[in-house]
């Protein structure tokens, strides 16, 4: 049973492009959540999607966009990088549309370097 | 302004004592939380969740606390090995905008030495 899976595993960028990042959930899962995680910190909520449409959104400026496919994949776009999005990307599913009490399942993330 | 703190000093013992780890929050009201493991390189992974109607919780050697009075979580893994080195991470989830966002904090690194 395959779990969360991410890609690419590393990828370096400079400041001004934009970036793709692609997460296949754990099989039956139906959500999936993005979060970013700085060296030395906590992984940060970035957005949740279900039913293809983001359901909520933590503090993250317009830059950051995501969907949603019919397979419940998911991608993470964002645009005009900045120093600061260095960082482990790091994507979640869960279950049942993600409810209250759902554990969530995370893979093991795309490492973002910007130069 | 609301927080989570966790040790972020690293927590060093020897193998077969009992490692505490401690989260502690402000203004939140959380309706559960959650407690992970993260190694170097990977993704985290979901160990327990205990909910802020229940005082502990246990699964094998592992066994969480919550007080909603004092603002505060323990995690405690007995008769420790080697092999739970990692850095362990709570995650609050609290009520916002009609759903639960989950919050993390940075984590407490444990060592354990053989």
């Known amino acids: 049973d395959a779990g969360v899976t991410q890609s690419p595993t590393h990828l370096i960028k400079t400041r001004g492009q934009q970036v793709t990042l692609r997460c296949s959930p754990k099989?039956?899962?139906?959500?999936v959540s993005w979060y970013q995680q700085a060296l030395g910190q906590g992984p940060q909520f970035i957005f949740q999607?279900?039913?293809?449409?983001?359901?909520q959104r933590g503090n993250f400026p317009d830059r950051f966009s995501g969907h949603q496919f019919p397979n419940y994949s998911s991608e993470l776009n964002v645009n005009a990088l900045l120093l600061g999005d260095s960082a482990l990307y790091l994507c979640?599913?869960?279950?049942?549309?993600?409810?209250?009490?759902?554990?969530?399942?995370f893979g093991d993330g795309t490492r973002l370097s910007i130069l | 302004s609301q927080k989570i703190e966790q040790n972020s000093e690293a927590l060093n013992i020897q193998e077969g004592k009992t490692a505490t780890l401690t989260c502690n929050y402000t203004?939140?009201?959380?309706?559960?939380l959650q407690w992970y493991r993260q190694d170097p390189g990977r993704g985290p992974v979901f160990l327990l969740l205990?909910?802020?109607?229940?005082k502990e919780k246990r699964k094998e050697r592992l066994k969480v606390t919550f007080d909603t009075t004092l603002k505060q979580s323990l995690f405690h893994i007995t008769a420790s090995q080697p092999a739970d080195s990692a850095t362990y991470l709570c995650?609050?989830?609290?009520?916002?905008?009609?759903?639960?966002?989950?919050?993390f904090g940075r984590g407490t690194s444990l060592i354990v030495h053989p």
């Open positions: 995650a609050l989830n609290a009520l916002s905008g009609g759903s639960y966002i989950p919050t």
């Open positions: 203004n939140y009201s959380p309706a559960y």
């Open positions: 979640a599913s869960s279950l049942a549309g993600g409810g209250s009490n759902q554990p969530q399942h």
């Open positions: 099989s039956g899962h139906d959500t």
């Open positions: 999607y279900y039913e293809e449409e983001e359901r």
């Open positions: 205990i909910r802020e109607n229940e």
